[in-house]
C-alpha cells in the first residue's frame, strides 16, 4: 500500500480534530485482532502497512489466502494506545471487507471445481472506486482471477462500442494498439460468436446467456472448428445460486461482478489485552 494512499484512508477516518482517541493517554498497549467468524482472509498486507505508518509492531501467522477458524487471532500488535485506537478501523474494515471478497470468491471456486478443473473464475471491474486493486487482490486470495485492473490491459469490445463501430471495425481498431494485448469481444448470440471467432480475435465473451444457450454456442463453435483456438468467457447475472449450471457448460472463464459487490463483510475485532508497564 503506498503512503499516499494510507494517508488518504487516515484523513478521511481522523478529520481535522480527533477528539476520540486523544482522550486516552498515549501509554504503550498490547491488542489482538481475532475473526468472530470463519472465513478466507484477505487484507493482511493492508493491515500490516498502516500499522507500519502508525509505528505500531504487528506480528502474524497467517497469509492472505488462509483459511480461518471462529476466534483465530491474525495480529497480535504493540504500540502506542493512540496510534493503535487510530488504526484500529480502518485496517478492521480492509480485513472485513476483503476477506468477504475472498470467502465468496473461495466459495464460488469450490463450486466450480466440482466440474471443471480448469475453469477460472473471474471478478469484474464492477469495484468500489479508488480500492479496486485491493478488492481485485481479494478476489486472487480467494483462488479467483482478477481479470482486468483497468481499462489499459487488453482491449474489450462490449455492446456499445459494437453499436457505435460494429464488430469488424473495432476490431480492426484494436489490432492497432499494441501487439502484447489481447483482445475481447462481448456477445449476444452464437451468430455474433462464430463471426468473432472468424475474426481471429483471442476471447469471447458471451454475455447475458442462459447455460443452455452457452451449450449450443459451444457445440457450434466446435463443429466449426473454432473451440480450441478462442477462450470463451461467459459473463451476467451469475451467482453462486446458479453458479453450478454455468460451470457444467465447459467455459473457459465465469466472470462474476458479484464476488465483489455482493460480498458479505467478515466480523474482525480489536481487543486490548494490556497495556504495558
Request: a negative charge; aromatic letters at 6%; one cysteine or more.
Amino acid at each position: 500500500m503506498l503512503i499516499r494512499e494510507i494517508e488518504s484512508f487516515i484523513e478521511e477516518d481522523l478529520g481535522y480534530d480527533d477528539v476520540s482517541c486523544t482522550i486516552v493517554p498515549d501509554m504503550p498497549a498490547e491488542a489482538i485482532i481475532f475473526t468472530k467468524e470463519d472465513c478466507t482472509v484477505a487484507g493482511i498486507e493492508e493491515a500490516a502497512s498502516i500499522f507500519h505508518y502508525f509505528g505500531i509492531q504487528a506480528e502474524t501467522n497467517f497469509k492472505n489466502g488462509d483459511e480461518l477458524k471462529e476466534g483465530d487471532i491474525i495480529f497480535r500488535i504493540r504500540g502506542g494506545a493512540v496510534s493503535i485506537l487510530r488504526a484500529e478501523r480502518i485496517c478492521l474494515n480492509f480485513l472485513g471487507h476483503l476477506s468477504g471478497i475472498a470467502t465468496l470468491t473461495r466459495r464460488c471456486t469450490d463450486i466450480v471445481r466440482k466440474y471443471s478443473e480448469t475453469t477460472r473464475v473471474a471478478c469484474t471491474r464492477k469495484t468500489t472506486p479508488g480500492i479496486r486493486k485491493f478488492e481485485k487482490l481479494a478476489v486472487a486470495a480467494g483462488g479467483g482471477d482478477t481479470h482486468r485492473f483497468n481499462l489499459s490491459d487488453a482491449v474489450m469490445i462490449k455492446d456499445n462500442h459494437i453499436k457505435l463501430m460494429g464488430i469488424e471495425e473495432a476490431i480492426k481498431a484494436a489490432r492497432k494498439t499494441s501487439f502484447t494485448r489481447k483482445i475481447e469481444v462481448e456477445v449476444e448470440s452464437a451468430e455474433d460468436a462464430v463471426f468473432a471467432a472468424e475474426l481471429g480475435i483471442d476471447i469471447i465473451m458471451l454475455d447475458n446467456m442462459k447455460p443452455d444457450d452457452v451449450k449450443k454456442t459451444l457445440l457450434i463453435l466446435k463443429e466449426k472448428g473454432f473451440r480450441d483456438s478462442v477462450l470463451i468467457e461467459v459473463s451476467g447475472g451469475i451467482s453462486p445460486e446458479n453458479l453450478e449450471n454455468y460451470a457444467k457448460t465447459g467455459v473457459d472463464i465465469i466472470s462474476m461482478g458479484s464476488l465483489i459487490h455482493k460480498s458479505k463483510w467478515i466480523d474482525f475485532s480489536l481487543e486490548i489485552v494490556s497495556p504495558e508497564n
